[in-house]
């Protein structure tokens, strides 16, 4: 079974929709992560949260929200989705004492 | 601010060929630095890492040495392999705990 989860895989949303991304992770960690990856362009960090009480704004957190359910669960919201965030998002997560992240499948977003 | 500088992509070669993939990076202080793989359809996972100067990371036959002197951390493997076509990040750990990635460098493994 996949230590970190994300859903959907892939979603296909028109411009001004509310979007949810979901990551759910077994291992454990306090630390979650939502990046994009932009080709050419590497990871941006978009939010992450060290635990359950608190979120911290990344590079790109503009046009971007997240909530920290549980010590599990971490979800990544468009509240308007626009063309330019169209993009791969990834959730990741580590241990609050190692500095390896680990990574989900990604979710492939288009936005029309 | 802290950055990360990798050759871009894409990287052809042949089977069996020697692999480099610069990596250069600028930072204050001692960061830790990564490499990771994403192989198609999937998300990173680590392939390896250095914490200090002179430390070589090695995983899965490629290598990679932290050289203080030259802020760099060059990617190696002596014979590469068709499954070792990929997408390869290079990072760097902060001061304040984040991630600085590269932008990623294509390989793509000929037989």
């Known amino acids: 079974d996949a230590d970190v989860t994300q859903t959907p895989r892939n979603r296909i949303t028109k411009t001004g929709k509310r979007i949810m991304l979901e990551c759910s992770q077994t291992?454990?960690?306090?630390?979650m992560y939502w990046y994009r990856q932009d080709p050419g362009l590497g990871l941006r960090l978009i939010y992450y949260?060290?635990?359950?009480?608190?979120?911290n704004k990344g590079e790109i957190s503009d046009g971007y929200s997240v909530s920290r359910q549980a010590q599990a669960k971490f979800s990544l919201s468009l509240e308007s989705a626009i063309p330019n965030q169209t993009a791969l998002y990834f959730c990741a997560t580590s241990a609050a004492t190692r500095r390896e992240q680990f990574f989900g499948p990604g979710t492939r977003l288009t936005v029309l | 601010g802290d950055s990360v500088t990798q050759m871009e992509g894409p990287v052809t070669l042949s089977e069996e060929a020697c692999l480099t993939i610069n990596c250069t990076y600028t930072a204050t202080g001692y960061p830790s630095l990564f490499w990771y793989v994403q192989y198609p359809g999937e998300g990173l996972q680590l392939l390896l890492k250095a914490t200090k100067a002179d430390d070589k990371g090695s995983n899965k036959g490629f290598e990679a040495t932290y050289r203080k002197e030259t802020t760099s951390f060059h990617l190696e493997k002596g014979s590469v392999q068709v499954s070792d076509s990929a997408v390869y990040f290079c990072?760097?750990?902060?001061?304040?705990?984040?991630?600085?990635w590269g932008a990623g460098t294509k390989l793509i493994i000929k037989p």
């Open positions: 990072a760097l750990r902060n001061s304040n705990y984040q991630l600085i």
């Open positions: 291992k454990g960690h306090d630390r």
């Open positions: 949260s060290f635990d359950v009480k608190d979120i």
